[in-house]
């Protein structure tokens, strides 16, 4: 390979993207890392810039002074590379040597905290180990009981059940199953069970006492999402009167103290870890753009590191990973690099059938590139990873009590997380981390550890799901780290305007009802009301679009215009939503054809994956009782006016009206200036619509309104009654004339 190949875009280049990406409105607090905005956005507004001009070679400058120590048996037993049958696969792995001891310390204890390096076999081998005890039957009436296992991450839940169906020989979604949203591969067979918390969680609703289960593991728990959060407390309580549950909480190596006391001192089951030193890079000075450094991060890599040796990238979301790997695509086949570099991907959302990708071996003289979201981090391990590049981001829902709002943020990872990350690099022999960032940014801008989830999202869903549970009194439940009371009263104000409670705080019909579908409280909202209109049919479509995080549009490089255009003509004029439904039925109406995606620049997966959303709602809806789901309208009102009255009747909070200056829109209770995200189809309308509801909120240099529509200030009345004061709503009457 000639270097000469191989480059950074000009300075020059850089220089443009940075001012034409309003330098001045960066997030404060993110300048020394060089806060850039989310490749969508970066796709739609700099897409001139977005290209890579690959005619210089300008490697990037790293300070190499630091090396994560490794384990200190690691010479006991080096890691074997080429493992034959499963079985020796399974006896390499550091957990077998424990297999007797664990399986003692469940037997003697009902709570065990395992603790153990990723990659050592907790998640795959332990309830294995569990069946092969006996522990599928109960001891007394030998009836049949499931060993759970739960992960924060679908693809983690599906990828492990799949690989432990494979160990034992036996099909996927009987005798090991997985259940995530949207999708149970379970049966009644189902003996080993891996879920996502928010499925165990949900379990609590119909299944107070989990008695289905003799086992339960939560996994990951290091991570502290809100729902194994939520988990532990409920079992915590279970498990008192539950003598014969099992409850394993397995754990990378932080934070394992902190459940020991969670559980009145429960052991703390450690299996030594195998982990190679890793030497640490940091950039010397920062990186403009962290995307543009980590891509010719690879090329340096790949041009000066022996083969074999896989690079893992971090990133932050699907969206990202995406664009990153049609730039790389795109530079590999400009540099004829297809022979020599392979290019995966892995997030939460990624269709299963591209799963099983990521863990084939890679071929001799070859390096796979492996694009990952932080789920490569703890839950998932890929074996022949040597080098990994570290952008130190990662993407994060943050929800600010005070003013109620909610937005998906990208902020620097905590120290931890970024440890996490430069282990992975030293599975098979000593390995090597490049961080995008400076010694100096490590250690004086990212956290010690990551913030539990429950002290930075908004719990109107846990709380109504805790009530539906009847725990009344929140203020006293025994959190692992109590939320504020701010949060829990602003859930507790939003469930009782969206009608889910009553004045006393009780839950009523209608939060009822709210509880049955995973969904936020808001979408479950506008569920009902749709339903009481007459237009589920077009409400469902809309809300499993909306609950579908991946990219749906492409733009092939030489085709950027046309692919615009495509998507410029299924605008509806009143706004996103009804944009949304456009698409999705003309795709049906053309008979879900893979076809007519490609001719119109849409992502297939993401089509594919809104359709199996909506006919797992659309049969909870029979479930529960409701007729309609696929009713065509009959009314005589204007169908489409219909339909938006029943987004607002759940989404009334995320209301904004224009600015006095016209310059942005802002909330109606509070005054924080927010923006028109570049991809809606109400960028740039003119006039600007006064009046307008938002889907999501994305905060780069701004507050960004994604997924946004036309609203009319009667609805807002009408639904939002219990929520806005007089005073809120005052703007509405010269509005009406
Ligand atoms: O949970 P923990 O991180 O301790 O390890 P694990 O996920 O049980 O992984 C143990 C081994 O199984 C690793 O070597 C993985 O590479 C392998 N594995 C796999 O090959 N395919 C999967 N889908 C999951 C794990
Ligand atoms: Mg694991």
Excluded at 544 to 558: A, H, I, Q
Aim: glycine share 6%; with cysteine.
């Amino acid at each position: 390979l000639k270097p000469t190949y191989a480059s950074a875009p000009p300075s020059e280049n850089r220089q443009r993207y940075d001012n034409k990406w309003e330098q001045d409105q960066l997030v404060k607090g993110k300048d020394q890392l060089n806060f850039v905005p989310s490749m969508d956005e970066m796709a739609v507004v700099n897409k001139d810039n977005y290209e890579y001009v690959f005619d210089e070679l300008q490697f990037i400058d790293f300070d190499t002074d630091e090396t994560l120590e490794g384990d200190d048996n690691i010479n006991d037993d080096s890691v074997q590379l080429k493992l034959n049958s499963i079985k020796e696969t399974k006896e390499s792995l550091p957990v077998f040597k424990y297999r007797t001891e664990f399986l003692k310390a469940v037997e003697d204890n009902q709570v065990v905290i395992i603790v153990g390096e990723t990659g050592s076999g907790k998640t795959t081998q332990l309830p294995q180990y569990l069946y092969e005890a006996g522990y599928s039957k109960d001891k007394i009436t030998g009836k049949p009981k499931i060993i759970a296992c739960t992960q924060p991450r679908r693809v983690a839940a599906m990828s492990v059940a799949k690989r432990v169906a494979q160990e034992m020989d036996v099909p996927l979604g009987k005798k090991v199953g997985y259940t995530i949203r949207f999708e149970d591969n379970t049966n009644e067979q189902t003996i080993i069970k891996y879920m996502t918390d928010g499925m165990l969680l949900r379990e609590f609703l119909t299944n107070p006492e989990l008695d289905k289960y003799s086992c339960i593991m939560i996994d990951e728990a290091h991570e502290r999402t809100l729902s194994t959060e939520i988990i532990l407390s409920l079992l915590k309580d279970i498990i008192l009167h539950r003598k014969d549950l099992k409850l394993l909480i397995a754990s990378a190596t932080i934070n394992a103290d902190k459940f020991s006391t969670f559980f009145n001192g429960a052991p703390i089951f450690s299996i030594p870890g195998r982990r190679f030193p890793v030497d640490i890079h940091y950039t010397k000075n920062p990186e403009a753009n962290y995307v543009q450094a980590a891509i010719t991060t690879i090329f340096q890599i790949h041009t000066t590191q022996e083969l074999p040796g896989d690079i893992l990238v971090f990133l932050t979301g699907q969206d990202e990973i995406e664009l990153m790997e049609l730039s790389l695509q795109e530079a590999i086949s400009d540099l004829k690099l297809q022979n020599q570099l392979l290019v995966n991907s892995i997030y939460a959302n990624l269709p299963a059938e591209l799963q099983a990708r990521i863990f084939e071996p890679t071929p001799p003289n070859c390096r796979k590139i492996i694009l990952a979201t932080n789920i490569a981090e703890t839950s998932i391990t890929i074996d022949g990873i040597k080098f990994v590049i570290d952008p130190g981001y990662v993407k994060q829902n943050v929800y600010n009590p005070v003013t109620g709002m909610e937005s998906l943020v990208v902020v620097p990872c905590s120290r931890a997380s970024a440890n996490q990350r430069a282990g992975r690099a030293g599975r098979l022999g000593p390995g090597k981390c490049f961080r995008m960032y400076t010694k100096w940014s490590f250690y004086n801008e990212l956290d010690l550890n990551p913030v539990p989830e429950i002290l930075r999202v908004n719990l109107t869903g846990v709380v109504l799901l805790l009530l539906s549970l009847g725990v009344n009194d929140l203020l006293h439940f025994d959190f692992m780290d109590p939320p504020s009371t701010d949060s829990i009263i602003k859930s507790l104000e939003l469930l009782y305007s969206l009608g889910a409670l009553n004045s006393k705080g009780q839950l009523t019909k209608t939060g009822r009802i709210m509880v049955l579908f995973p969904l936020d409280a808001m979408f479950s909202k506008s569920l009902i009301t749709s339903l009481k209109l007459g237009v589920l049919h077009d409400t469902l479509s809309i809300l499993s679009m909306l609950s579908e995080s991946g990219n749906l549009f492409y733009r092939p490089k030489d085709k950027r215009e046309q692919a615009d255009k495509t998507r410029g003509a299924f605008s509806e004029e009143s706004g996103d939503h009804l944009t949304l439904l456009n698409i999705y039925d003309t795709w049906v109406n053309n008979g879900y054809s893979v076809q007519w995606c490609e001719d119109n620049f849409v992502q297939y997966k993401t089509l594919k994956r809104v359709r199996d959303i909506r006919n797992q709602l659309s049969s909870l809806c029979d479930k529960v009782g409701f007729k309609g789901s696929c009713q065509k309208w009959e009314g005589k009102a204007d169908k489409n006016e219909v339909i938006l009255r029943a987004l607002v009747s759940g989404f009334f909070s995320n209301v904004v009206r224009l600015s006095k200056m016209g310059d942005c829109y802002r909330k109606l209770k509070r005054n924080q200036p927010l923006f028109l995200h570049p991809s809606s189809s109400m960028h740039n309308v003119k006039p600007p619509p006064k009046l307008l509801m938002y889907h999501e909120l994305v905060l780069t240099s701004k507050e960004f309104m994604r997924n946004v529509t036309r609203v009319k200030p009667e609805w807002v009345k009408e639904f939002g009654l219990h929520y806005f004061s007089s005073k809120d709503l005052e703007f509405m009457e010269p509005m009406r004339k």
